[in-house]
């Protein structure tokens, strides 16, 4: 069995880079996906503020063929990209690269859909003062999506948990990496029990985490 110290280093060394993973891939995902979704909303043909067909069906036919690629293949089919960005395929720094881009679609839908649930009453007395779609947009669609956006990007953020454990299969580093070099190959249980733990320890802190955020987003409206 390795050493309680030394299991303790590989578990906190993997957690700290899933961590970091997780968290730049989530905020480029978003800068992504805030704009897709929010296109995608307004230009809704039956219920957008600002409807665009033609905009609207190539948006979501893009959203649609990225959603449908399984990570391992879209991550390997942009390990050019990776190269190109940052310099190397493997690694921490490298799957932040697609990791951010299989999100993308994700966290899109997901604003879609919260912007969507605005009751469309609002939206209709915002126009009638005469405000922009812009104002509209920033002042009222966001603002009134507060809380459904808390728990979508609560979900995403547990999704890329789930990717980034996955990415450890094809040198992605993190608890992945961890569980499948060290635990897997290596015949090592005590290993691979630690990063499972530790990524469902992560799971429900980022769930109660984000479920105590929306109910307050709730409570203020």
């Given at each position: ?99 951010s881009i ?30 922009s779609i ?88």
């Open positions: 069995m390795i050493a309680v110290n030394k299991l303790l280093l590989l578990v906190s060394v993997a957690t700290w880079q899933t961590i970091i993973m997780v968290l730049l891939s989530t905020v480029f995902s978003i800068l992504l996906g805030l704009p897709l979704g929010i296109l995608l909303c307004i230009s809704n043909p039956d219920t957008g503020i600002h409807p665009r067909p033609v905009l609207n069906q190539v948006l979501t036919r893009i959203v649609n063929a990225l959603r449908s690629f399984p990570f391992i293949i879209l991550m390997i089919l942009l390990f050019p990209l990776s190269r190109i960005l940052i310099g190397t395929s493997i690694g921490t720094a490298a799957t932040i690269v697609p990791l299989a999100a993308a679609p994700f966290v899109a839908r997901i604003i879609e859909s919260a912007l969507k649930e605005v009751d469309p009453g609002v939206v209709q007395a915002a126009r009638s003062m005469g405000s812009m104002q509209i947009i920033v002042k009222v669609l966001i603002p009134e999506a507060l809380p459904s956006l808390a728990d979508g990007i609560t979900l995403t953020i547990i999704n890329l948990i789930g990717y980034s454990a996955m990415a450890g299969a094809i040198g992605g580093g993190g608890l992945g990496d961890l569980a499948i070099r060290y635990g897997y190959q290596r015949f090592r249980p005590d290993v691979m029990a630690a990063a499972v733990i530790v990524i469902l320890v992560l799971v429900e802190a980022i769930q109660f985490a984000g479920t105590t955020i929306s109910a307050r987003l709730m409570g203020r409206r």
